[in-house]
């Protein structure tokens, strides 16, 4: 079971933890097992693996 987490307790990922929380149940039906980043209120993408996930850029341009 995933703890919960309240955006408050987030500090500064306070928009992507609301961000995460609003998306959750359909992210975990449509990408089970993947990595999503999250930058603000957006999701960047979703990743078949961490390395993939981590070298992705995330400014808004």
Do not use: H, S
Request: glycine share 8%; hydrophobic share 35%; charged share 25%.
């Amino acid at each position: 079971m995933t703890p919960t987490i309240q955006p408050e307790e987030a500090g500064v990922l306070e928009q992507e933890t609301r961000t995460w929380l609003a998306n959750k149940e359909r992210l975990l039906q449509e990408a089970p097992g993947k990595f999503v980043v999250i930058k603000g209120d957006r999701i960047v993408g979703i990743f078949d693996d961490q390395t993939q996930a981590y070298g992705i850029p995330t400014t808004c341009e």
